[in-house]
T-cell receptor, first 111, second 113 residues
């Protein structure tokens, strides 16, 4: 069925290190993917997106990689900062405009 | 305001009561979404509006849930005969167009006791 999941529920990294958050999706018809950051008590905040005709997209300190062969998505955060501590969700759209979210990965940044 | 505004921020209601949750989208945004987020989970799609019409309400869990957007701006999510399982954070998001980035509000935390 349509589902988006994450490999790890929590990730702890040292400040300054790079973070990699992974996500698996099951719907091969999905053509648009989004990463969101959610801080406690706030709504999700858009980080970066990627369409299925791309393998990689870079933003400021963030990179999203898409491997359609194995239905895998990852978010890389360079030089992780304490302000990056949050829950990160991958989400997918498979036509229409209904966005399906995964369960999330909590990122802890150790000073 | 600059962002999506949701009111109230918290709502406690008794089982069986009726509640209304309000969303003020960013001015000029034609697309509006409602999601529900349970503790420790990702947001779950409920309904999407394009202008005044509900373009996709397939996520509404049952007929106790209803949402309106009569003038294409403010939206209200209505829940009848609330149940304890309805307790969650209800998130609203708006976007300039259907394919544009969606901006989320801070949500309404609904607790049914």
């Amino acid at each position: 069925g349509e589902s988006v999941g994450l490999h790890l529920p929590t990730l702890s990294v040292q400040e300054g290190d790079n973070s990699i958050i992974n996500c698996a999706y099951s719907n091969s018809a999905s053509d648009y993917f989004i990463w969101y950051k959610q801080e406690s008590g706030k709504g999700p905040q858009f980080i970066i997106d990627i369409r299925s005709n791309m393998d990689k997209r870079q933003g400021q300190r963030v990179t999203v990689l898409l491997n359609k062969t194995v239905k895998h998505l990852s978010l890389q955060i360079a030089a992780t900062q304490p302000g990056d501590s949050a829950v990160y969700f991958c989400a997918e759209n498979a036509g229409g405009f209904k966005t399906i979210f995964g369960a999330g990965t909590r990122l802890f940044v150790k000073a | 305001g600059a962002g999506v505004s949701q009111t109230p921020s918290n709502k406690v209601t008794e089982k069986g009561k009726y509640v209304e949750l309000r969303c003020d989208p960013i001015s000029g945004h034609t697309a509006l979404y409602w999601y529900r987020q349970s503790l420790g989970q990702g947001p779950e799609f409920l309904i999407y509006f394009q202008g005044t019409g509900a373009a996709d309400d397939s996520g509404l869990p049952n007929d106790r849930f209803f949402a309106v957007r009569p003038e294409g701006s403010v939206s209200t999510l209505k829940i009848q005969r609330t149940e304890r399982g309805d307790s969650a954070v209800y998130l609203c998001a708006s976007a300039e167009t259907i394919e544009a980035e969606a901006f989320f509000g801070q949500g309404t935390r609904l607790t049914v006791v």
